[in-house]
């Protein structure tokens, strides 16, 4: 089959016999969900990553094999759910995909997740191709199961969305059937319980590392003595078009290190590389360990690697790369509702605290109508620290603005804020209601009444919550030019806490609506 890495990804835990997928969507992983529930998988998008990975440990203490996925900064938000649930262990499978974006092709920043398995202390896998895809998201459910513990399968962007070629397994043998066993103690994490709980994770760590020496997800290819690589994901790719003629040392299980048989690597190489993508994690570890390699310079730790990116490190070629072709800046669709609201926006000389998704395209010409943006759902806390600060004059000119999939993900705390710590000035959100996740590919939400593979749901009712929790004015509007600008020059000399709701169907999506 040629498939890419997500797709790989969705096929290897359909055929492990995955009863249940969560996550919310997210470039570069959107994907796997979406093919997941193709294929005959139980698959739902949750209101954020914290959500969905609740739902499948949740899921897990019941036996069930689970996969929850999401984007690199997805697991910022779910972190609260990783960090304890190394402590209380899982009884059937819980992979967890983080799909990391080195360069930043659709995100705000280009973190190295590999930090997360080291801090949480869980187990890491890291595919370089489709094929690797597929056997380490087995291999992830395999191991998963043997130590209890969740497991980070994390792929990039490059292994995510590139098309290769595999095998796919037959006969595998089937999923155990969920089933509850009462665990108080192991599960319920209050300090009596938690304390032995950690003592139990470090134990499984050490003996995983120990196991991890003899796996077969670390492999070895003889080449030239006098040059050594130490590689892992999608960079040995790379090394091995790059350097095909040296030794290499692939890892695959990447935390807990394997470091006996990395140590037994390096001392036969008479120079010694590390190539990894983003930051230098492999390098600090080896070295700390007392090991003699090299690492990348500090230029290469921004964007993706590539061939002659992988040439030049092992050349210590520093010498100022080529700049990459400049390509079309990205715009709002024509005839999109939102240019009505950043045209608003820019004409009232608005301080606009804003947030992720299509509308954050507002920043660029011709709008250059925002002012920040930082993490989803921060448009509301944002807005309010500059409301309640700011001189007066100025305070009346702040406005949040957020889409409706963010403002379900994460503004509704900061609304919360709002209305329970109200600026003297009153405040105004606007909402850009387009029915749909629109940045990531149109994929559905709790706003739009239908659930991930399209079938009716129930619709929650963003006006309804707002006036629930105490909001003074929520309208209700289709953003045209004649109308909008009055109504959001009225909100803002209002002095109450006001709630737009600018909603009409993305251009894209309105007519299969």
């Known amino acids: 089959m040629l498939i890419s890495g997500n797709e790989a990804v969705a096929l290897a835990a ?3 016999g995955v009863a249940l997928g969560a996550g919310y969507p997210g470039t570069p992983s959107t994907e796997i969900l979406e093919v997941f529930s193709g294929l005959g998988g139980r698959a739902q998008w949750s209101p954020n990553e914290k959500a969905a990975m609740e739902v499948t440990l949740g899921a897990s203490f019941g036996g069930a ?3 929850t996925t999401m984007k690199h900064v997805g697991v910022n938000v779910a972190a609260d759910v990783l960090f304890t649930a190394a402590y209380t262990g899982v009884t059937g499978a819980m992979v967890i995909v983080t799909a990391d974006d080195p360069g930043m092709a659709s995100s705000q920043n280009e973190q190295d997740n590999r930090r997360y398995a080291v801090a949480a202390g ?8 489709s094929q690797d895809a597929y056997d380490m998201t087995l291999a992830a459910i395999e191991i998963s199961e043997q130590w209890r513990l969740p497991v980070l399968l994390r792929v990039t962007t490059r292994v995510c969305h590139t098309k290769t070629v595999i095998r796919p397994r037959n006969n595998l043998p089937p999923a155990p059937a969920p089933h509850f066993v009462r665990d108080i103690r192991g599960r319920v994490m209050i300090p009596m319980h938690a304390r032995p709980a950690h003592r139990r994770l470090r134990e499984k760590l050490l003996k995983l590392a120990a196991w991890n020496e003899t796996s077969s997800l670390n492999f070895s290819i003889d080449g030239d003595p006098g040059l050594g690589i130490v590689t892992s994901g999608v960079s040995y790719m790379h090394v091995r078009e790059a350097a095909p003629r040296a030794s290499i040392l692939k890892l695959g299980l990447t935390h807990p290190l394997p470091m006996e048989k990395i140590r037994s690597f390096v001392s036969r190489a008479g120079r010694c590389v590390v190539i990894e993508e983003g930051d230098p994690c492999l390098t600090d570890a080896l070295r700390a360990a007392g090991m003699k390699v090299e690492g990348k310079a500090e230029m290469y730790r921004f964007g993706e690697l590539n061939v002659e990116r992988v040439r030049r490190i092992l050349a210590v070629d520093v010498s100022p790369e080529t700049a990459p072709p400049s390509g079309k800046a990205p715009q709002l669709c024509e005839g999109c509702p939102y240019r009505v609201v950043f045209d608003a926006f820019k004409e009232l000389d608005c301080i606009v605290s804003g947030d992720i998704g299509c509308y954050t395209l507002g920043v660029l010409p011709p709008f250059e ?7 989803m759902g921060a448009a509301m806390g944002m807005g309010l620290g500059l409301r309640h600060t700011l001189p007066e004059e100025e305070s009346r000119r702040v406005v949040s603005v957020i889409g409706d999939s963010t403002f379900i993900h ?3 705390p900061g609304l919360v804020d709002m209305v329970y710590n109200r600026p003297k000035t009153g405040h105004v959100v606007v909402i850009l209601d387009n029915e749909t996740t629109a940045m990531t590919g149109h994929q559905e939400h709790p706003g739009t009444g239908r659930t991930l593979n399209h079938e ?5 009712s963003l006006e309804n919550i707002c006036r629930a929790m105490g909001v003074d004015e929520v309208k209700v509007t289709d953003p045209r030019r004649e109308t909008f600008t009055p109504l959001l020059r009225a909100s803002l000399a209002s002095g109450k806490l006001v709630v737009i709701i600018a909603r009409r169907p993305c251009l894209l999506i309105a007519r299969k609506k």
């Open 410 to 412: 994460g503004g509704l």
């Open 65 to 67: 094999r689970t996969l």
């Open 122 to 129: 869980v187990p890491m896998l890291e595919p370089s191709d």
């Open 369 to 375: 109508a925002m002012d920040m943006m930082v993490d």
């Open 456 to 460: 009716p749901a129930v619709r929650l």
């Open 14 to 16: 359909f055929d492990a």
